[in-house]
């Protein structure tokens, strides 16, 4: 499986923009770029993925760079509530979307 | 149901008994995940079930852990012997038939997982 490198923390004040940054410079073609968080004491949930496009839905953005090899999920407004260690991981249809978590970065934000 | 559930949400057991964990995936999908994560760490790949036949089990550590899935649907994973490092979070997730090259945009649902600690 191609993997991913993140920072290992980040810190964000409340109502302020956050981007998340992930490099995969061994993606191949084919595979999705995929973007899970977790709250404490929960299973992961899923935020957003893309494939070369740039992607908005209702929780975040996704720019993927032109080359592929890296992207930055970006949330536009971090509330408490975004708190989390968000993962971001490359699904390739050959693993029949078994997914490979890293170890993520663990978002903090600030009041 | 609306979600993936797992019982039971915790289960504390002694060392070298033996352990069953339910998931009850969402209903329609045909794909079902079992990880595993221990503190502070992502979660860790088991194995994932296409229907009722396990697709790929690489993920199992050893022969003390078999999971099934008999009518795919429901699937129980099952620990034998239990020792102190199986301590963990037990998640499931399911999602979709995954087939084909677009199945890289597949997305999992995971349900809150079953804490198990071994004493």
């Known amino acids: 499986d191609a993997k991913t490198t993140q920072p290992n923390s980040m810190e964000s004040n409340e109502e302020e923009p956050v981007h998340l940054p992930c490099n995969h410079s061994t993606i191949s073609g084919t595979d999705y770029i995929h973007w899970y968080r977790q709250l404490p004491s929960q299973g992961p949930e899923y935020v957003i993925h893309g494939l070369t496009s740039n992607v908005n839905n209702r929780m975040a953005s996704l720019a993927i760079a032109e080359d592929r090899k890296s992207s930055t999920l970006i949330l536009h407004r971090a509330t408490l509530r975004d708190a989390a260690v968000y993962y971001c991981?490359?699904?390739?249809?050959?693993?029949?979307?078994?997914?490979?978590f890293g170890e993520g970065t663990q978002l903090t934000v600030n009041p | 149901g609306a979600g993936v559930s797992q019982t039971p949400s915790n289960k504390v057991t002694e060392k070298g008994k033996y352990v069953e964990l339910r998931c009850d995936p969402i209903?329609?999908?045909?794909?079902l995940y079992w990880y595993r994560q221990s503190l502070g760490q992502g979660p860790e790949f088991l194995i994932y079930f296409q229907g009722t036949g396990a697709a790929d089990d690489s993920g199992l550590p050893n022969d003390r852990f078999f999971a099934v899935r008999p009518e795919g649907s429901v699937s129980t994973l099952k620990i034998q012997r239990t020792e102190r490092g199986d301590s963990a979070v037990y998640l499931c997730?399911?999602?979709?038939?995954?087939?084909?090259?677009?199945?890289?945009?597949?997305?999992?649902?995971f349900g809150a997982g079953s804490r198990l600690t071994v004493l």
């Open positions: 991981i490359l699904n390739a249809w050959t693993s029949g979307s078994r997914l490979t």
């Open positions: 997730a399911s999602s979709p038939k995954t087939s084909g090259v677009l199945s890289g945009a597949n997305v999992l649902t």
């Open positions: 209903s329609g999908h045909t794909a």
